[in-house]
């Protein structure tokens, strides 16, 4: 599945707030690639700098000097030619954005606008990057509803936002994301506002839609039963770092760095055979202040498995396998023992 | 559990004072702090300027009247008695300025003590409560003060009260509001789960959390009663001579206007300035203690 | 409306907590001239708990598992039926005749955020319920109280001092928990209570409510969405859809055997963090219909993939299928999927 271009490559990004109590790095050195069909997921608890990463690649974190970007988002577009997205003017920004990389955003409510008819918005959408008429664009827009499962889609062309279910919000959402054929849609947490079973529907339409369109996606999630359905790489993110990246198999059921063992064991499982009052396996602590960060790794306070060595320094993101990365110090001692 | 110390060690200790973000905030706002300097200064200046003073206020010197100032120690001037009009301005202040913060507890106590009533209740106490209010304010005030000053002996004590009784419901409003939404708040449901008494749950609970907007009501409210009294006076109900007042002073001068522009130049200066001080301070506080900023 | 009996407990002993037909509706809309809507958030639900029995109410949003919890501690006034707390009708008292109630059971919020005073101290929060509920205790005893719950839920009185905006999600939700457990209550209403907590945090929560209940003893009723974290912590389990009650199981029958298609295709729901299993889902046609304009007869029959035409006819009763399994459906050739397999249909 993971054998198309290159069609986004992070390389060192970094994304700094200015806050009162001085810079705060809420990303801090993030790089990796994205192929076009493949569908990576981006995982971590809150104020793990996932979905400041994912705003970071659209540019849509507040301007300078609020927010410092570092480093480059290299996009290959439809046309074949790489742009870094870190360096591009607003104007060339707003092409990109919407057009060839689209997002979708946890709560649907907020991100419609409540006074338009959704079938305005979405062809607000297709005229703003294409040139075409109003009625080929409200045209476009009900196949857009069609496709993403709205039922009677010509006619929802005219309800407004409120008068639809959260599912339904986000399959606008998605319709207006996907109206001008991106090569990238960025997903921030799509289904977390969502219930079990309509977050069901909603996680299957994106798999149809990718393998209809063989757009890349990358999915924000902190839910890992999420991750196991849609990801076929993830990527793994602690206080604002890459701590473990690879294919899903491997990092899901082989994970190397303790902080993704942990998060895997702290997930209650739904068997008969597991179930019963024995305690859950937690991770004791919680995440640090991202102000005042321990000076090695950013997980020893937390790990059981930490030794001195693992406070002195920041561990490298070291290459354990073929594809598969992992941020820790003792990561061979301790799969060697089987951990 | 083995979690709990771990919990303790990894504990953030982020010790920020809930007051002290506040306070930052406020001292970014230029006005508010040229607001309270000039607030200070005036009190300052009407309770101790006046023993400083080498003039009595009531002292009559026919031989000076309507000396310009400065002349000979009289810094601002004599008025058309020949009493020095600094020493008056600053007694007058004492008046204007007692006036202002007595109206401004008086009416904050009450209106907070309606607010909070009709928030905390609901149902038909706060429509009752309420609908008082609006007719209170639909009333223009200055009649109903005029009407008031005008069977009531003035004093002090009397045109703070009057001036209180017309201003406290922009208070009442304001808390009742704050009030309103706060008591859908999760923790005054937890409140009333432990079977909190009414009083525990408007005192303990509900009030300080709305003391945000009651402070800068009240410091609104100061403003409004001094240039109240500068009207009542002005017309000729409130402070009544030889007593001064900013707003007497300034009847006074009237018809002095044009030989002796000093007169009302001055306890006009004061009166704009305490109302524009005090509106200042109102601003900054708002922007300071507006409760969406606190919140993280 | 249709007579039922209350599902019990198996076990035989008289329950803490039972609960009868109780309705909780709203009125909706209306106005000047046009009659407003009844909003049927809870409709005829009956359970029961028993002393030191942790009961799950699972269900997605709009079902009134939320209002059903705060119906159940009288913090709305239900429009029908009966709570009976240790035999006392709660729907039969005041504001006032409850209050000496309300520190034998006691509510533990979602949102760890607006559940604590913002201006009040740790030490202030947890020991409210003291300074009402128990005045003749002086501060010394108060505190002594206030060290021993705080250590309880894992945080140490080194903290009481301090203002909630200083403590993570986890440790003020640690905080509520105190706070609901200063009195000794017996028995506790949680409202998904780790919802809204990071994946690792939401396991120690789960963690110390599974220890309170052993230490304590105390009967809870348990509200999430999250099967599995209900799953780990409750005796049984209660599904709703739409306002009622659609099955009733102890935890391992209903894990083994769903019996409802609406539990069967919520288990189905429910992802796995094991990208090794590819399972079939039940995809589930459509939303929730509105509460303000249930379908006639069973509520879920136009989700339902075996829906028969004589779904419409009848809300379906709860029935006794199994010892204390009770389901609400009239479908009984069904043999559902269970979790973490695949769903199958035998028609007998």
Same mark, same amino acid.
């Given at each position: 599945m993971s054998t198309g271009d290159i069609v986004l490559e992070v390389e060192n990004l970094s994304v700094t707030f200015a806050t009162e109590s001085g810079p705060l790095?809420?990303?801090?050195d993030v790089s990796f690639t994205l192929r076009a069909g493949e569908t990576l997921a981006l995982v971590g608890e809150s104020g793990s700098g996932k979905s400041v990463t994912s705003l970071a690649i659209m540019r849509l %974190?507040?301007?300078?000097p609020l927010v410092t970007l570092a480093g480059s988002v290299l996009f290959t577009g439809a046309d074949g030619e790489r742009r870094d997205l870190l360096a591009l003017d607003l104007d060339g920004m707003r092409a990109v954005r919407g057009n060839e990389i689209s997002m979708i955003f946890q709560e649907p409510m907020t991100s419609?606008?409540?006074?338009?008819r959704i079938g305005d918005q979405i062809a607000e959408a297709i005229t703003f990057h294409e040139r075409v008429s109003n009625r080929v664009a409200l045209a476009r827009a009900a196949e857009l509803l069609d496709k993403v499962g709205i039922p009677d889609a010509r006619r929802r062309l005219?309800?407004?936002?409120?008068?639809?279910?959260g599912g339904m919000r986000q399959r606008v959402m998605i319709a207006m994301a996907l109206a001008c054929n991106p090569r990238v849609l960025i997903a921030d947490e799509? %289904?977390?506002?969502?219930?079990v079973t309509v977050q069901a529907q909603i996680l299957e339409l994106m798999k149809e839609l990718q393998q209809a369109t063989g757009m890349a996606v990358i999915f924000v999630t902190h839910n890992l039963g999420v991750v196991a359905e849609v990801a076929d790489r993830v990527m793994v993110m602690y206080a604002g770092a890459i701590v473990e990246k690879g294919g899903v198999v491997p990092v899901m %059921?082989?994970?190397?760095?303790p902080y993704t063992q942990g998060l895997l064991h702290s997930v209650p499982r739904l068997d008969p055979e597991s179930l019963g009052r024995d305690t859950l396996e937690a991770i004791p602590g919680s995440v640090p202040d991202p102000l005042s960060?321990?000076?090695?790794?950013?997980f020893a306070p937390r790990c059981?498995?930490?030794?001195?060595a693992c406070e002195a320094a920041v561990p490298a993101l070291e290459a354990a396998d073929d594809g598969h990365d992992v941020r820790c110090r003792r990561w061979r001692k301790l799969a060697e023992a089987g951990a | 559990m083995s979690s709990a110390a771990a919990i303790e060690s990894v504990e953030?200790?982020?010790?920020?004072? @809930?007051g002290s973000r506040a306070w930052r905030r406020f001292c970014r706002h230029r006005l508010a702090l040229f607001g309270i300097a000039a607030i200070v200064l005036m009190v300052l200046a009407s309770v101790v300027g006046p023993w400083l003073? @080498? !003039?009595?206020?009531?002292k009559i010197d026919i031989r000076h009247r !309507?000396?310009?100032?400065?002349?000979e120690g009289h810094l601002f001037g004599t008025d058309m008695l020949g009493r020095d009009l600094l020493v008056r301005l600053l007694m007058a202040g004492r008046i204007s300025l007692s006036i202002g913060f007595l109206a401004m507890i008086v009416s904050t106590a009450f209106g907070t003590f309606i607010g909070v009533t009709a928030g905390y209740y609901g149902g038909a106490i706060r429509v009752a409560l309420m609908r008082f209010v609006d007719a209170m304010l639909c009333f223009p005030s200055i009649f109903l003060l005029l009407i008031l000053a005008a069977f009531i002996q003035p004093s002090v004590a009397t045109i703070t009260l009057i001036i209180a009784a017309t201003s406290w419901m922009e208070v009442a409003r304001v808390v009742e509001g704050q009030v309103r939404s706060l008591r859908e708040r999760d923790f005054i449901l937890a409140a009333e789960m432990i079977g909190a008494p009414g009083r525990y749950v408007m005192l303990r609970e509900l009030l300080p959390n709305a003391i945000g907007p009651i402070v800068v009501a009240a410091t609104l409210t100061v403003a409004r009663a001094v240039l109240m009294e500068a009207y009542v006076s002005f017309l000729g109900y409130g402070i009544q001579a030889p007593m001064a007042s900013w707003g007497n002073m300034l009847n006074n001068a009237q018809q002095y206007l044009?030989?002796? @522009?000093w007169l009302a130049i001055f306890p006009g200066l004061m009166i704009t300035l305490s109302v524009a001080s005090f509106n200042f301070v109102g601003d900054g506080l708002r922007d300071a203690l507006d409760a969406r900023l606190d919140l993280r | 409306m249709s007579v039922e009996m209350a599902p019990a407990a198996t076990a035989p002993e008289i329950p803490l907590v039972e609960v009868r037909e109780l309705r909780q509706w709203f009125p909706v809309g209306g106005g000047l001239l046009r009659k407003h809507d009844m909003l049927?958030? #809870?409709?005829d639900v009956s359970f029961t708990i028993a002393k030191g029995e942790v009961l799950g109410l699972v269900g997605e949003s709009g079902s009134g598992k939320s209002t059903l919890g705060r119906a159940i501690l009288r913090m709305t006034q239900p429009t029908g039926g009966q709570i009976l707390f240790d035999g006392r009708?709660?729907?039969?008292? $005041?504001r006032r005749a409850l209050r000496p109630l309300r520190p034998r059971m006691q509510f533990i919020f979602q949102d760890p955020f607006a559940s604590l005073? &913002?201006? =009040?101290t740790v030490r202030q929060i947890v020991g409210a319920p003291l300074v009402i509920q128990? &005045?003749?205790?002086n501060a010394a005893a108060r505190d002594a109280r206030i060290a021993e719950v705080l250590g309880t839920v $894992?945080?140490? =009185?080194?903290?009481?001092?301090?203002? /909630?905006?200083?403590?993570?999600g986890g440790q003020r939700q640690r905080i509520g928990i105190a706070r609901a457990l200063i009195l000794e209550p017996g028995f506790l209403v949680a409202d998904? /209570? #780790?919802?809204?907590?990071d994946v690792s945090i939401q396991a120690q929560i789960v963690n110390l409510l599974i220890e309170v209940r052993r230490k304590l003893g105390v009967a809870m009723l348990f509200i999430s969405h999250d099967l599995a974290v209900v799953g780990h912590l409750c005796d049984r389990v209660a599904v709703m859809y739409l306002g009622r009650i659609v099955e009733i199981a102890p935890t391992r029958a209903l894990f083994r055997q769903p019996r409802h298609p609406y539990t069967e295709a919520l288990f189905s729901a429910v992802p796995v963090p094991d990208p090794t299993i590819r399972r079939d889902r039940i995809i589930l046609r459509g939303? #929730? /219909?509105?509460p303000l304009k249930p379908p006639s007869g069973c509520a879920f029959r136009g989700r339902?993939?075996?829906?028969? /035409?004589?779904?419409?006819a009848a809300i379906p009763l709860l029935r006794? #299928?199994? $010892?204390?399994h009770w389901k609400r459906?009239?479908?009984?050739?069904l043999v559902l999927g269970r979790p973490g397999k695949r769903g199958a249909v035998e028609e007998m």
């Open positions: 790095q809420a990303v801090r %974190t507040p301007p300078a419609l606008n409540p006074v338009h005219s309800a407004y936002p409120h008068h639809l279910s799509p %289904t977390t506002a969502l219930d %059921t082989r994970p190397l760095m960060l321990p000076p090695g790794c950013s059981r498995h930490v030794r001195p | 953030t200790a982020r010790t920020v004072k @809930p003073i @080498p !003039f009595d206020q009531l !309507f000396a310009p100032p400065p002349w044009g030989s002796a @522009p | 049927r958030a #809870v409709d009708d709660l729907t039969k008292l $005041g005073n &913002p201006r =009040m128990r &005045p003749e205790l $894992g945080l140490s =009185m080194q903290y009481a001092g301090r203002y /909630p905006h200083e403590f993570s998904e /209570p #780790v919802s809204a907590l939303d #929730v /219909p509105s339902c993939r075996y829906a028969l /035409p004589e779904c419409a006794q #299928v199994e $010892g204390g459906c009239i479908r009984d050739d």
